[in-house]
C-alpha cells in the first residue's frame, strides 16, 4: 500500500532529507514499496486510444512486460477523451496502484490527477507524450523527438531526390511543391517532429528548391487536432482546392503519422492522383509517415506511401517497466538526456530510445526481420 505522506504534513525540512536519501516517488516521500513482493504491487497504466495500433501496441506491450515481473496490471484506454482519462487516472489512485504509467492525450490537462498521485506517493512516468506543467511527473520514456522529424523531413527530401538518404544534397534544383502537416498540438511531441522537419526543409524553402504553395507554414496551420485521419483528409482537400485548382501538382506532403498521411493519400487519390508513386500521368506525392502502422507499411510495400519511422514499442515498454521496477524498488531510474525535455515546470529527466526510417526497400530488414510484423500482415496490411 502507498503511505499517504503529504510533503504539508511532514514538512519541507524532513522532506528535503528524504528527497536527498533518494528512492524517491512523486513529490520526494519515503516510498516502501521496495519491501513488498512486485506481486502485490498494482502499476495504473493510462493509454490515449484504440483508434491507432500503435497505441495498442505500447499497452499490450507494457502490461505483458510487468506481468512478466510479475507485477499486476490495470490497463485503461480513454477513446481520446481527456475527462475519460482523467477519470482513469482517478480512479487508479483511488484503488491503490502503486504506479502510473501515463502517454497523456492532452498533455497540460493532468495536472490535478498528478498531485493526487504526488500527495499518495506515486511516482508517475510519462510515457512517450510528456506531461507538462506539473513538477508531479517523475520520469520520461520517449524515442528522440526531435530527430524523429529530422528524419520525416530528411525522407521527405530523398524521396524528391533533393538530398540521398543521409541529407546529402543531390544538386537536384526542383522548383517542387510540398505540404506540411503537424500532429496535435496539445501533444507536446507535435512540436519536436514539426521543428525537427522544417529545420530539415527550411534551406530548402529558403533557396527556392521546395515551395509550399499553400503559405501554410506554421505549426498552427499544419496542426491536426487529435491526429485524426478524417481532418488530415479534410485539410488536404482544402489544399488542393485552395491551391492546386491552377493544374500545378503537390510532389512532396510532410505527414507526421501514418494516419494522417492515409487521409492525405485518400483525398490526393479522390483528387485524380496516382494511385501510386509511380503511376502517370499524376503520380502521387512523396508521403511521410510515422509509427509503421501495418495498414501504411502496406502502401509503403505497395508504392504508395514513401515512407515511414519506425519507433520499436517493444523497446520503449521494456524501458518503462524498467524506470517502473527502479521506481517501486526504491532507486532512481537511469536517465541518458536530463537536459532536452522541460515540462514548463522542470526538466523531466528521460530516457529516449533511436528510431529507424522505413522505406520500402527497409520493411524485410527492418520489419519482418526483427519480428515486428509478419511478410503476410504486410502483404493483407493488417495485424494478425
Ligand atoms: C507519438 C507518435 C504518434 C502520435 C499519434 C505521438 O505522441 O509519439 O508516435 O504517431 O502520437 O498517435
New binding site residues.
Given amino acids: 500500500m502507498n503511505k499517504k505522506l503529504g510533503l504539508t504534513a511532514l514538512g519541507a525540512a524532513l522532506a528535503v532529507g528524504l528527497t536527498a536519501c533518494g528512492g524517491s516517488g512523486a513529490g520526494g516521500n519515503s516510498n516502501d514499496t521496495a519491501s513488498s513482493d512486485p506481486s502485490d504491487l498494482t502499476i495504473g497504466v493510462s493509454m490515449?486510444t484504440q483508434t491507432?495500433e500503435?497505441?495498442i501496441a505500447d499497452g499490450n506491450a507494457v502490461k505483458s512486460q510487468l506481468e512478466d515481473a510479475k507485477y499486476k496490471v490495470d490497463l485503461q484506454y480513454a477513446n481520446d477523451d481527456i475527462p475519460t482519462q482523467g477519470q482513469q487516472i482517478d480512479q487508479m489512485i483511488t484503488e491503490g496502484a502503486d504506479l502510473l504509467v501515463v502517454a497523456a492525450i492532452d498533455g497540460t490537462a493532468l495536472s490535478s490527477q498528478l498531485q493526487a498521485a504526488a500527495d499518495a506517493d506515486i511516482p508517475v512516468i510519462s510515457y512517450?507524450?510528456l506531461i507538462r506543467d506539473t513538477e508531479n511527473v517523475d520520469f520520461y520514456v520517449?524515442?528522440d523527438?526531435y530527430k524523429v522529424g529530422v528524419a520525416q523531413g530528411t525522407a521527405l527530401l530523398a524521396g524528391l531526390g533533393v538530398t540521398d538518404k543521409d541529407g546529402k544534397p543531390t544538386g537536384t534544383k526542383g522548383p517542387f511543391n510540398i505540404e506540411l502537416f503537424a500532429?496535435s498540438l496539445d501533444?507536446n511531441?507535435a512540436a519536436f517532429f514539426f521543428n525537427g522537419a522544417f529545420d530539415t526543409l527550411k534551406p530548402f524553402i529558403d533557396d527556392g528548391t521546395l515551395v509550399v504553395k499553400s503559405g501554410q507554414t506554421s505549426i498552427e496551420q499544419a496542426a491536426t487536432l487529435r491526429?485524426a485521419q478524417e481532418t488530415a483528409q479534410k485539410r488536404m482537400e482544402d489544399l488542393l482546392t485552395g491551391s492546386y485548382n491552377d493544374g500545378t501538382k503537390v510532389n512532396g506532403v510532410l505527414s507526421?503519422?501514418?494516419?494522417i498521411s492515409r487521409g492525405i493519400i485518400t483525398a490526393l487519390q479522390n483528387a485524380g492522383y496516382g494511385p501510386n508513386l509511380t503511376s502517370t500521368p499524376t503520380p502521387l506525392p512523396v508521403v511521410t509517415g510515422?509509427?509503421a502502422e501495418i495498414a501504411s507499411v502496406k502502401l509503403i510495400n505497395d508504392g504508395v506511401q514513401s515512407s515511414t519511422i519506425f519507433?520499436d514499442t517493444r523497446t520503449l515498454a521494456a524501458q518503462a517497466v524498467t524506470a517502473s521496477e527502479a521506481f517501486l524498488e526504491g532507486n532512481e531510474p537511469e536517465a541518458n538526456d536530463t537536459k532536452t525535455y522541460d515540462n514548463g515546470v522542470k526538466v523531466v529527466p528521460s530516457y529516449l530510445l533511436p528510431i529507424e526510417t522505413v522505406y520500402k526497400d527497409d520493411i524485410q530488414s527492418v520489419l519482418i526481420d526483427s519480428g515486428y510484423w509478419t511478410a503476410d500482415e504486410v502483404a493483407k496490411g493488417q495485424a494478425g
Avoid: I
Avoid at 507526421?256 to 494516419?259: Q, V
Fill in positions: 490515449p491507432s500503435r497505441w512517450d507524450r520517449s524515442f523527438n500532429g501533444d511531441n491526429w507526421p503519422y501514418d494516419g510515422q509509427d519507433k
